[in-house]
């Protein structure tokens, strides 16, 4: 069965930091884009960075370009997001997912993660 | 506010068809840039419902389709049922943002 499984939300002052992971199983992670989506409390869905396959290019909205850093590692299946200099309003549920980049939309999403900055 | 637009409501009698508009401009939706659906029950994770416009994954009914021309899509749902009640957002990628977009979302309501 193919599956993300989250880890690592909580709660967080501003300008402090959190590291969130995602562990694939049931595909061969190697060979997919990966991508972060958050959803703030009652609002819609935000795309918040991808990356490719080997990792060699990454992807970031805007309004965390510089602060939060996605990677991967391949050998343990495992994507993450690395999130510095925390605003209240990065509080949001983050999702994991795996990314059809070859025609721009995700397939298989994680249950997500609630990260809390205040 | 959201690149892409849709109706923030739509509502339906059980069995009836409802459809969701998708609102884009000249530089996701009009770039020939595909649209894709995803469907939010309360309390959980988005699932993908339609992608490249008009496809459906595996297991997704019948009863969802979609549609694209020119800088606007639409998701129709025919034959409503109650477990249908939910959030539906559009996606697609924007040239000029070099990233994904979302629509802000459409809440779905069986009466």
């Known amino acids: 069965e193919v599956e993300l499984v989250q880890s690592g939300g909580g709660l967080v002052q501003p300008g402090g930091s959190l590291r969130l992971s995602c562990a694939a199983s049931g595909f061969n992670f190697r060979f997919y884009w990966m991508s972060w989506v958050r959803q703030a409390p009652g609002k819609g869905l935000e795309w918040v960075a991808n990356?490719?396959?080997?990792?060699?290019?990454?992807y970031y909205v805007d309004s965390v370009k510089g602060r939060f850093t996605i990677s991967r590692d391949n050998a343990e299946n495992s994507l993450y997001l690395q999130m510095n200099s925390l605003r209240v309003d990065d509080t949001a549920t983050y999702y994991c997912?795996?990314?059809?980049?070859?025609?721009?939309?995700?397939?298989?999403w994680g249950k997500g993660t609630t990260v809390t900055v205040s | 506010q959201s690149v892409l637009t849709q109706p923030p409501s739509v509502s339906g009698a059980p069995g009836q068809r409802v459809t969701i508009s998708c609102t884009g401009t000249?530089?996701?939706?009009?770039?020939?840039?595909?649209v894709h659906w995803y469907e939010q029950l309360p309390g959980t994770a988005p699932k993908l419902l339609i992608y490249g416009n008009t496809n459906r994954p595996s297991g997704v009914p019948d009863r969802f389709s979609g549609s694209k021309s020119g800088t606007s899509a639409s998701l129709a749902i025919t034959g409503l049922q109650a477990e249908d009640e939910g959030d539906y957002y559009c996606q697609s990628y924007d040239s000029s943002l070099n990233g994904y977009v979302f629509g802000p979302g459409t809440k779905v309501t069986v009466l």
């Open positions: 997912a795996r990314d059809k980049a070859s025609m721009y939309y995700m397939d298989v």
């Open positions: 990356i490719k396959e080997d990792g060699s290019e990454k």
């Open positions: 000249s530089s996701n939706i009009g770039a020939d840039y595909d």
